[in-house]
Structures are given as structure tokens and as C-alpha cells.
Nanobody, 124 residues
Framework: QVQLVESGGGLVQAGGSLRLSCAASGRTFSVYAMGWLRQAPGKEREFVASTSWAGSSTYYADSVKGRFTVSRDNAKNTVYLQMNSLKPEDTAVYYC?????????????????WGQGTQVTVSS
């Protein structure tokens, strides 16, 4: 079973950048797609980005496309989310998530486990 621990969240001004990291435990990390979800106050959890098991395929929500980049380092059992040009509407708790298979995930339902989350707050 893969356990996930996120880090790197914080407070940033609009237009700024943050890099989230997710450390995964377990020997099977590299066979699964990984990604990120987020949940803003009063809203449902939503899909943000995903990468396939090898990192060769990625998929993004329209709201973050061109600003966020998801990547992974299987040697370090770590997945990243580089967030640039941040907007106040990006404010949310961000969750690292594990896919059900190695194929890139395109919807929230494609993940079957996630971490505790890290808060990202973007001020205007």
C-alpha cells in the first residue's frame, strides 16, 4: 500500500509560484499514475493534474493548463506540482493522489487514495 505525504504549501501573492512535493512510501510507487487534487472551502474536491507511471504522459484541468506542471521522480518515490502565475482562485487544500492503474488519470474518480493535503493560499 502506498502512503502519501505532501509538503510545500504556503501563502503566496498572486502571480507568484510554489512547488508542491509528495513523498510516497511503498515499493509499488513507480507502477501507478500519480496526480493532484484540490479542494477549496465550500467546494467539491476537483482534479488538477496527473502523470502516468513513467511520467511520459500528463493531463491537466483546463483551469491550470499552461501554469502548472506535474512531474515525478520514481527513483525518489516523489511527485511534484510546479505552480506558476498563481491566482486567488487557486487557493485550496492540495492533495497528492494515487491512480488505480499506471495510465494517466483524467478525472477525480481515477484516483483511489490520497494524502492529508497541504494548504495553498494565494493573496490578491
Amino acid at each position: 500500500q502506498v502512503q502519501l505525504v505532501e509538503s510545500g504549501g504556503g501563502l503566496v501573492q498572486a502571480g507568484g509560484s510554489l512547488r508542491l512535493s509528495c513523498a510516497a512510501s511503498g515499493r509499488t510507487f513507480s507502477v501507478y499514475a500519480m496526480g493532484w487534487l484540490r479542494q477549496a472551502p465550500g467546494k467539491e474536491r476537483e482534479f488538477v493534474a496527473s502523470t502516468s507511471w513513467a511520467g511520459s504522459s500528463t493531463y491537466y484541468a483546463d483551469s491550470v493548463k499552461g501554469r502548472f506542471t506535474v512531474s515525478r521522480d520514481n527513483a525518489k518515490n516523489t511527485v511534484y506540482l510546479q505552480m506558476n502565475s498563481l491566482k486567488p482562485e487557486d487557493t485550496a487544500v492540495y492533495y497528492c493522489a494515487k491512480g488505480k492503474t499506471g495510465v494517466v488519470v483524467t478525472t477525480t474518480s481515477g484516483f483511489d487514495s490520497w494524502g492529508q493535503g497541504t494548504q495553498v493560499t494565494v493573496s490578491s
